[in-house]
């Protein structure tokens, strides 16, 4: 989800921008937090995210000059972004550092290859991949690493694609949801991208496709309790942030009863190994 804040992201620095920072060491620490905050919640992740929309990934595959056959969907968590490649057709292997969501991976995608690692040492060999994937999750990389190894897997001419599903913020409900939940909360946003470079790399295109995650309220709920910026959150702060969140989603129309569709647009960028 888009929290409000975007960064900019480039090689040669892990975040170069994320609202007002005034502390450097605090900000580590606090982006450590978060970046580790998911396993706990696997299960819960795993029923809630939203997944990817088809022909998002397929624009990002048509960045590679050459029929893209085999990817890596680096940092796969729970297999969200996973089951979408699987569903194109390709052979698909993930890699994620976290135990606990691999596990969850593997318990929901048995026939996929999964390992165990992280973006800054991929488990694989020299260009053996045709598209590296990174859903919802580039943010949390080393970046100057993280490309390096992204480069030495790809295949020349290969494409790496980056993704994030974010509030549609043209909905005024969804924005107001968001709002109520996000810029309350104390907590640096680390989602998204503005600025993107690499070396070894051809400059990246974007390319946002509109989307939408099938909810209730307390699901959608769920789903963003999943969040890192909740995850790590007092549970006090975090309990007032739903009761209210719920409380909205209870005067709204659209979503006062029943199912809804929770409006996103998933942004991608890509961009053409050298």
């Given amino acids: 989800m888009n929290h409000g804040n975007r960064i900019t992201l480039t090689a040669s620095a892990t975040v170069l921008e994320c609202g007002v920072v005034t502390d450097p060491t605090a900000d580590a620490e606090l982006h450590a937090r978060r970046a580790s905050s998911f396993g706990g919640q ?41 089951e979408g490649l ?25 026939d996929v290859p999964a390992r165990l690692g992280k973006a800054e040492d991929i488990p694989l ?11 919802q999750a580039l943010h949390w990389f080393d970046l100057a690493p993280a490309f390096a190894e992204i480069h030495r897997v790809l295949r020349p ?31 640096q946003v680390l989602d998204g991208e503005q600025e993107l470079t690499a070396e070894g790399f051809g400059p990246f295109e974007r390319e946002q496709f509109g989307h939408s995650h099938r909810r209730t309220t307390e699901s959608l709920l769920a789903t963003v309790a999943t969040h890192s910026a909740l995850l790590v959150a007092e549970p006090e702060v975090r309990d007032h942030l739903l009761g ?31």
């Avoid at 698909?92 to 048995?110: G, I, K, Q, S």
């Avoid at 060999?125 to 859903?135: C, E, K, L, T, Y």
């Avoid at 005024?172 to 810029?183: G, I, N």
């Avoid at 209870?250 to 050298?274: I, K, N, Q, W």
């Fill in 86 to 110: 699987v569903a194109t057709g390709r052979s698909v292997t993930a890699v994620e550092p976290d135990a606990e969501m691999l596990a969850e991976l593997t318990r929901l995608l048995p």
């Fill in 42 to 82: 696997a299960a819960a992740y795993a029923e809630h995210r939203p997944d990817y929309p088809l022909a998002a990934l397929e624009w990002g595959m048509s960045g590679a000059d050459h029929p893209v056959r085999e990817v890596l969907d680096l940092a796969a968590g729970t297999g969200k972004l996973t």
């Fill in 157 to 187: 001419g290969g494409v790496v694609v980056a993704l994030w599903n974010y509030d549609d913020d043209s909905v005024e409900w969804a924005r107001r949801f968001s709002r109520l939940l996000f810029t309350k909360a104390s907590h």
């Fill in 244 to 274: 209210q969140a719920r409380a909205y989603l209870h005067t709204v129309p659209e979503t006062a009863r029943g199912e809804f569709d929770y409006p996103l647009v998933t942004t991608v960028s890509r961009a053409r190994r050298s």
């Fill in 125 to 135: 060999a020299d260009a053996s991949v045709d598209a590296v994937f990174i859903g």
